[in-house]
């Protein structure tokens, strides 16, 4: 059976794939469960993807795994959140490979216990020389761009920088996210249309994939699926296609 992977070109991953995880409540609603059971069931398909990934030849992958206003929802549902993340951190399988783990988001929020583990995973993968899976946890882009502005504002305050220095570089160098490229590719799974408070500066000229499928029956298969749909198109940054033809 032909698969989307037969017709990818290796040559030509995207660097930084970005994913909203959307429809994990959806689809154990679905199928007569609770919320939770479709977590667990994304958390499986957390793994597939990230393996998948790193075979591709992918270089950065960012997961947006629990966002700032997520923190609104029934308090059971945040401890059962913060309890699976607890769970389905396996450091040998990013060690088997060579994944490297961080987190971006607003960490001071995450529960003790939660931030040692991840902090754990982070400090051991750091040896690893393979893709970069990031989990976006206590994320918003909201929040990142505000800490930025505070940022660069005491820098000019304090006189070390120069307002007519600021450029969308300066920008760059205080965000969250400063240590990657950004996205070639953002994927939405779960039938939305939108962004979602989500890398929103940075996702300025990426290719963006929306598609229908829950994120707990989003497999390689889909994955390539997506990565195909992006070699199709021509990424013109601005310009024209006449002017990416010239040398």
Not at 6 to 14: G, H, Q, Y
Not at 74 to 90: F, K, Q, R, T, W
Not at 105 to 116: I, M, Q, R, S, Y
Not at 223 to 241: L, M, P, V, W
């Amino acid at each position: 059976m032909t698969s989307y992977k037969d017709f990818i070109d290796k040559s030509r991953i995207p660097a930084h794939i970005a994913i909203i995880m959307d429809g994990n409540g959806r689809w154990a609603k679905q199928r007569g469960h609770a919320r939770s059971f479709g977590h667990q069931a994304g958390a499986e398909t957390v793994h597939v993807i990230a393996e998948e990934a790193a075979r591709l030849g992918v270089k950065y992958l960012t997961l947006y795994t629990f966002s700032t206003e997520n923190w609104k929802r029934p308090a059971e549902e945040v401890s059962a959140l913060m309890a699976l993340l607890m769970d389905s951190i396996e450091e040998e399988t990013l060690m088997k490979n060579n994944i490297r783990f961080r987190i971006i988001g607003e960490k001071d929020k995450l529960p003790v216990n939660v931030a040692e583990r991840l902090q754990q995973c982070i400090k051991r993968t750091s040896v690893n020389t393979g893709m970069c899976l990031v989990l976006a946890l206590s994320y918003s882009s909201k929040w990142e761009l505000t800490e930025a502005v505070k940022q660069i504002a005491a820098q000019v305050a304090c006189q070390k920088l120069a307002v007519d220095e600021i450029t969308d570089k300066t920008i760059d160098q205080y965000l969250a996210t400063s240590f990657m490229p950004d996205p070639d590719l953002l994927i939405r799974t779960g039938g939305e249309i939108r962004l979602s408070n989500y890398l929103l500066w940075q996702c300025a000229y990426s290719e963006l994939y929306f598609c229908d499928t829950y994120w707990p029956d989003f497999k390689a298969e889909e994955f390539c699926k997506a990565i195909y749909d992006y070699q199709q198109r021509e990424r013109r940054f601005g310009k024209t296609s006449e002017q990416l033809l010239k040398p």
